[in-house]
């Protein structure tokens, strides 16, 4: 009897780590097939460039100039992504039009032209990567519909260059109807075919299919896959997971981590085989974030064997401030500080990153089973999801003692 009991605790550890594996089985399996990068990897991808004031001109010439002092160990100059939305409201039509119909103004027109000129130089010079970030950054019936009870969002609608970010959070989603909270639904055919027709606008104002797109807010369906993925788009980028609506509060939801959208990894594929690439980091220095925090952050994703995708906005950047000037700082010390510390960092496009994943190219993706297995018992342990019933069933402690086993085998 005093032989069983000795062999309880292992019984007991052993139920508890089954139990573990089963309940999360999917989610463990996502963690192992998601691709372990043989080499870090640095984007920084930033919204909400388009239609705006001359002044950007002078801003995004700036990041040119900037992006191109910094190299990778094979000679790439940073790059940053350019989460463009291709229109904003015509102000004063739909002011003359007593609000009775929405007008835009699109990067097309003429007063915009040295706007996407100068966004075309950035891609040349291979320093910008221009992804879709919609039609407009919002949906116009539902501004419009806002319109009618809010003084302040007739204001801004009717004014000379009304910029998307500048309204309230809940009109910022483009793929839901937020004029009355909680959010309704979309006419899906509706959804589908606007999703479509901005992207083939995308490409007629900047000569190329889009192969990235970035849903405003994050928040997206189905419909908006099916649209994208019909006129080409590969890749879109996620928060890792799809939020689909925005509560009373105005608040993002979405399916939790074990349901169908809950959770995105890096290589997973959506609906028509479109790519998820998951920002993961923020990097806003309007709101305090810092150099040496956005390396630090790297530090930790590269130990995951993740790209890191740095989330930034226009807003950083413009306008004469201190806080702008600081946000340049902050963004120079961020790239020379990265590749101090990494000297074999990789700059790339959110679609380089993506080809190289559905290729499994073994210049960019780990392929030892010691150290893919290392990397899944990290992202394993960093999962906030599982770490619950990871304490309480002993998986954690196993996995724990795993990683260490396993990171001294390698050293040996």
């Given at each position: 009897?005093?032989?069983?009991?000795?062999f309880?605790p292992?019984?007991?550890?052993?139920?508890?780590?089954?139990?573990?594996a089963v309940?999360?089985?999917?989610?463990?399996?996502?963690?192992?097939?998601?691709?372990?990068?043989s080499?870090?990897?640095?984007?920084?991808?930033?919204d909400?460039?388009?239609p705006?004031?001359?002044?950007?001109v002078?801003?995004?010439?700036r990041?040119?100039?900037?992006l191109?002092?910094?190299?990778?160990?094979?000679?790439?100059?940073a790059?940053?992504?350019?989460?463009?939305?291709?229109?904003i409201?015509?102000?004063?039509?739909?002011?003359?039009?007593?609000?009775?119909?929405?007008?835009?103004?699109?990067?097309?027109?003429?007063?915009?032209?040295?706007?996407r000129?100068?966004?075309?130089?950035?891609?040349?010079?291979?320093?910008?990567?221009?992804?879709?970030h919609?039609?407009?950054?919002f949906?116009?019936?539902?501004?419009?519909?806002?319109a009618?009870?809010?003084?302040?969002?007739?204001?801004?609608?009717?004014?000379d260059?009304?910029?998307?970010e500048?309204?309230?959070?809940?009109?910022?989603?483009?793929?839901c109807?937020?004029?009355?909270?909680?959010?309704s639904?979309?006419?899906?055919?509706?959804?589908?075919?606007?999703?479509?027709?901005?992207?083939?606008?995308?490409s007629?104002?900047?000569?190329?299919?889009?192969?990235?797109?970035?849903?405003?807010?994050f928040?997206?369906?189905?419909?908006?896959?099916d649209?994208?993925?019909?006129?080409?788009?590969?890749?879109?980028?996620?928060?890792?997971?799809?939020?689909?609506?925005?509560?009373?509060?105005?608040?993002?939801?979405?399916?939790?981590?074990?349901?169908?959208?809950?959770?995105h990894?890096?290589?997973m594929?959506?609906r028509?085989?479109?790519?998820?690439?998951?920002?993961?980091?923020?990097?806003?220095?309007?709101?305090?974030?810092?150099?040496?925090?956005?390396?630090?952050?790297?530090?930790?994703?590269?130990?995951?064997?993740?790209?890191?995708?740095?989330?930034?906005?226009?807003?950083?950047?413009?306008?004469?401030?201190?806080?702008?000037?600081?946000?340049?700082?902050?963004?120079?010390?961020?790239?020379?500080?990265?590749?101090?510390?990494?000297?074999?960092?990789?700059?790339?496009a959110?679609?380089?990153?993506?080809?190289?994943?559905?290729t499994?190219d073994v210049r960019?993706?780990?392929?030892?089973?010691?150290?893919?297995?290392?990397v899944?018992?990290?992202?394993?342990?960093a999962?906030?999801?599982?770490?619950?019933l990871?304490?309480?069933t002993?998986?954690?402690f196993?996995?724990?003692?795993?990683?260490?086993?396993?990171?001294?085998?390698?050293?040996?």
């Amino acid at each position: 009897m005093d032989f069983l009991w000795i062999f309880l605790p292992f019984f007991l550890l052993g139920a508890g780590v089954t139990l573990f594996a089963v309940v999360h089985r999917r989610t463990l399996w996502a963690l192992w097939r998601e691709p372990v990068l043989s080499q870090p990897v640095l984007i920084i991808e930033s919204d909400d460039w388009g239609p705006a004031p001359t002044s950007d001109v002078q801003v995004l010439e700036r990041l040119v100039r900037l992006l191109s002092h910094h190299r990778d160990h094979v000679g790439q100059p940073a790059i940053m992504t350019m989460g463009v939305v291709l229109a904003i409201p015509d102000g004063a039509r739909i002011r003359d039009n007593g609000l009775l119909k929405y007008h835009r103004q699109t990067l097309a027109d003429e007063r915009f032209e040295l706007l996407r000129q100068t966004l075309l130089t950035g891609v040349r010079q291979s320093v910008f990567s221009l992804q879709l970030h919609g039609m407009e950054h919002f949906w116009p019936e539902s501004v419009m519909a806002a319109a009618q009870g809010n003084a302040n969002v007739c204001s801004w609608l009717t004014g000379d260059t009304p910029l998307g970010e500048q309204l309230p959070a809940a009109l910022q989603s483009r793929w839901c109807d937020s004029s009355i909270l909680p959010a309704s639904e979309l006419d899906a055919v509706t959804v589908r075919q606007a999703a479509y027709e901005e992207a083939v606008i995308f490409s007629r104002i900047f000569g190329q299919i889009p192969a990235v797109a970035v849903p405003p807010t994050f928040i997206w369906n189905d419909a908006v896959e099916d649209g994208w993925a019909q006129a080409g788009v590969r890749v879109v980028i996620s928060p890792g997971q799809r939020q689909d609506g925005r509560d009373g509060n105005g608040r993002p939801v979405g399916p939790a981590p074990n349901k169908p959208g809950g959770l995105h990894l890096n290589g997973m594929r959506g609906r028509h085989g479109l790519m998820y690439l998951i920002r993961n980091v923020w990097f806003e220095p309007l709101r305090g974030h810092t150099a040496k925090q956005a390396v630090d952050t790297l530090a930790r994703q590269v130990a995951l064997g993740r790209p890191v995708l740095f989330e930034t906005h226009r807003s950083n950047f413009i306008g004469e401030s201190p806080e702008v000037e600081r946000a340049f700082a902050e963004l120079d010390g961020l790239l020379r500080g990265a590749l101090q510390r990494f000297p074999l960092l990789r700059f790339c496009a959110s679609e380089q990153l993506a080809e190289c994943l559905s290729t499994r190219d073994v210049r960019w993706i780990e392929r030892s089973f010691r150290l893919r297995f290392t990397v899944f018992l990290r992202r394993m342990l960093a999962h906030q999801y599982l770490h619950r019933l990871a304490v309480l069933t002993g998986a954690f402690f196993i996995a724990r003692v795993g990683l260490r086993l396993s990171t001294r085998w390698q050293t040996t």
